[in-house]
């Protein structure tokens, strides 16, 4: 197998001379289609054995490896010409009930466009991406990273505002949640599938059956309404061995609240919801007249409950603002407290989503059906030395050591401390809580409080400003 990183920086270099691809976004985007086409060739060929009766639903001419092969492949201008007027209008426009493949290919490519004009780079780019075997048990896991270089790359891309979760916050939580086979697990916004991936992983280790990724194609269930990451996702996942990833184009948020019943229900939900963003206009029209709102993670939160079976377990990223935030945040966490047992929120340190975004993040776990009596706080450490994270520094899993240790056996620590549902009612249901086992010098005072603090403080200087300007 060729050197991964070499082929990746070939990609770009020649990607970046195409007058067509206009910045990293574009880039990206014509990257990762070509790879999912690559990776649909290779895997096709483990279908027709594995598959009983398996039809392709791309017709024959259409395929990677009649257009791309090394030998009688296109290029130049009837490269181009092909591809833009023969094998986007055909892959948008396949039938959806030939078989599960037919329905993946033509959501992965309805919103998915080529912008590389020059047939003669376009060419190079195919040669670089065909000397990857995906296949291979090697090259079968090398998308991860590519995966991981696409990830760091979209955050200068741009402009889309997702906040992509950080592997090891992700797989503490999937630990953490523990995952049986069998078990229905959804992500309603999963962007390109780091909770679902790593759930297949969780599983696949803890059992033996020969059945697993077909269980795991009838359990395993994502949603993401953009096109990139549903393509980014869909790719990981048959990466992962299930030949149809459930991975639905939509949004969630835009079916009405009342009508999801019992039916739609699943055992884990696991999420990084998008927060900081808001939703389109009516949106919120979908939720009970008290809950509406725009932001979307609170819009999330309510449907997460409602989405959560009975005994069912969940893990949610969410904002320090949603932990203090009043007027329907209070009434979202009301309701949470009272359907849900919120048995654990987890407090992550400055920076952990650092580069995309300094806002504070919290780890919510929670289970489906008894109220919740006290609350358990962890307040996650920076390690030895560290005063923040960044790129080269990132959160490690083995930082999360601690928390594995003592979720099973807890004790208040001066990281650890619990609050009962009683102090969180007279708090009015503000769950920005800080360790009581700070000393004088040492107290951490929550957002809500330091704004009161700066109100007063305004206040008096005011009225300081307005005394001094009588006695002029």
């Known amino acids: 197998m060729s050197n991964l990183s070499a082929n990746i920086k070939s990609i770009r270099d020649v990607m970046r001379r195409d007058t067509g691809v206009d910045g990293d976004a574009q880039r990206i985007s014509q990257m990762v289609w070509m790879i999912f086409l690559k990776i649909f060739s290779d895997k096709e060929l483990n279908w027709k054995d594995e598959i009983d009766g398996y039809r392709s639903p791309i017709p024959e001419k259409f395929k990677w490896s009649n257009w791309a092969g090394e030998k009688g492949g296109l290029s130049g201008d009837e490269l181009i010409e092909f591809i833009n007027n023969e094998l986007f209008p055909t892959l948008k426009s396949i039938e959806g009930g030939l078989n599960e493949q037919s329905s993946i290919v033509r959501s992965v490519f309805e919103d998915t466009y080529n912008y590389m004009k020059n047939g003669a780079l376009f060419r190079q780019v195919i040669t670089e991406i065909n000397k990857i075997d995906f296949n291979l048990t090697a090259g079968s896991h090398v998308f991860n990273d590519i995966y991981e270089n696409i990830l760091k790359e979209l955050q200068s891309a741009g402009s889309s505002g997702e906040y992509y979760t950080p592997r090891a916050v992700t797989q503490f939580m999937v630990d953490v949640i523990n995952p049986n086979l069998g078990e229905s697990i959804l992500d309603p916004a999963c962007g390109t599938g780091g909770f679902l991936t790593c759930s297949i992983d969780n599983v696949k280790l803890k059992t033996k059956d020969e059945n697993v990724n077909r269980i795991l194609e009838s359990t395993i269930n994502g949603v993401e309404k953009k096109p990139l990451p549903h393509l980014l996702c869909t790719t990981n996942l048959m990466l992962h ?76 990223v969410l904002p320090d603002g949603f932990l203090y ?38 780890l919510l776990f929670f289970d489906r059906g008894a109220q919740t009596e006290y609350v358990w706080y962890y307040e996650h450490p920076y390690p030895e030395n560290q005063k923040s994270y960044n790129k080269t520094r990132p959160i490690n899993i083995k930082e999360f050591d601690a928390e594995k240790s003592w979720w099973t056996n807890r004790i208040e620590t001066e990281n650890a401390w619990k609050v009962s549902i009683s102090d969180i009612k007279k708090r009015n249901y503000n769950l920005d809580i800080s360790s009581p086992y700070y000393g004088e010098d040492d107290i951490q005072l929550s957002s809500v409080e330091i704004i009161q603090k700066l109100e007063k403080s305004f206040d008096a200087s005011q009225k300081l400003l307005s005394a001094l300007k009588l006695d002029m």
């Open 241 to 316: 061995d299930l030949s149809i990833p459930s991975i639905k184009r939509d949004n969630l948020l835009s079916k009405p609240f009342n009508n999801w019943t019992e039916n739609d229900q699943f055992d884990i939900i696991l999420s990084n919801p998008p927060f900081g963003g808001l939703e389109e206009d009516g949106t919120e029209s979908n939720f009970p007249i008290g809950y509406r709102t725009k932001e979307t993670a609170d819009l999330f939160m309510l449907l997460i409950i409602r989405l959560l079976k009975e005994n069912g377990r969940a893990a949610v």
């Open 325 to 362: 935030g009043e007027g329907i945040r209070t009434k979202i966490k009301e309701e949470l407290l009272s359907k849900c047992n919120l048995h654990t929120i987890v407090r992550l340190p400055h920076g952990v989503f650092n580069p995309y975004t300094n806002i504070n993040t919290n």
